[in-house]
Antibody, heavy 118, light 108 residues
Framework: QLQLQESGPRLVKSSETLSLTCNVS?????????WGWIRQPPGKGLEWIGS???????DYSSSLKSRISIFLDTSKNQFSLKLRSVTAADTAVYYC???????????WGQGALVTVSS | SDELTQPPSVSVSPGQTARITCSGE??????SYWYQQKPGQAPVMIIF???ERPSGIPGRFSGSSSGTTVTLTISGVQAEDEADYYC???????????FGGGTQLTVL
């Protein structure tokens, strides 16, 4: 059964880079269509950040496109997110997830609360 | 517009039927999905491809689609169904994931 787990610093200083990694177990990262990141600010709704195709191509949210990078590490069966120049507005629970070819999302990781401090 | 619009809140008494709508132009040519999220937990898919229910999801959850609107119906609502519900689809180009703003279901 596919399982995903986010890891990375939970506290990031304003203007620095948020870095998260999603470790995938129970299946190969090369065998699914897409891998994605979704975030949820405290008390707010879900926001799609971006996705990476198992072949390496990416799609990013237009509102975050200038600041994000998503990449695969097939040797470690994981994928990662980098969000540059963070502000307090980037404080959120960040989820990694598997995304099907028809954009069904799941399973999800348990989520990682990342706080941006000044 | 590729936005998905949901009512912020729906309230229903136990045993009654709850209906949560989601509207958006992209729904005419993209599948819709519904997720249930309880406090402190990751979302869980409860409906996929407009009307299909994943294994393990109770039969009281159902989905329907008509034009630019999809509807999640919960028949015989139970107290445990109190949660936030999100619809999701892809944009009209098929490249981007789009979420509705979420609906908080309150069981009175």
């Amino acid at each position: 059964q596919l399982q995903l787990q986010e890891s990375g610093p939970r506290l990031v200083k304003s203007s620095e880079t948020l870095s998260l990694t999603c470790n995938v177990s129970g299946g190969s990262i090369s065998s699914s269509y897409y891998w994605g990141w979704i975030r949820q600010p405290p008390g707010k709704g879900l926001e799609w950040i971006g996705s990476i195709y198992f072949g390496g191509s990416t799609d990013y949210s237009s509102s975050l496109k200038s600041r994000i990078s998503i990449f695969l590490d097939t040797s470690k069966n994981q994928f990662s997110l980098k969000l540059r120049s963070v502000t307090a507005a980037d404080t959120a629970v960040y989820y990694c997830a598997s995304i099907s070819g028809t954009y069904a999302i799941g399973p999800w990781g348990q989520g990682a609360l990342v706080t941006v401090s000044s | 517009s590729d936005e998905l619009t949901q009512p912020p809140s729906v309230s229903v008494s136990p045993g009654q039927t709850a209906r949560i709508t989601c509207s958006g132009e992209a729904l005419t040519n993209q599948y819709s999905y519904w997720y249930q999220q309880k406090p402190g937990q990751a979302p869980v898919m409860i409906i996929f491809e407009d009307t299909e229910r994943p294994s393990g999801i109770p039969g009281r959850f159902s989905g329907s689609s008509s034009g630019t609107t999809v509807t999640l119906t919960i028949s015989g609502v139970q107290a445990e169904d109190e949660a936030d519900y999100y619809c999701q689809s892809a944009d009209t180009t098929g490249f981007y994931v789009v979420f509705g703003g979420g609906t908080q279901l309150t069981v009175l």
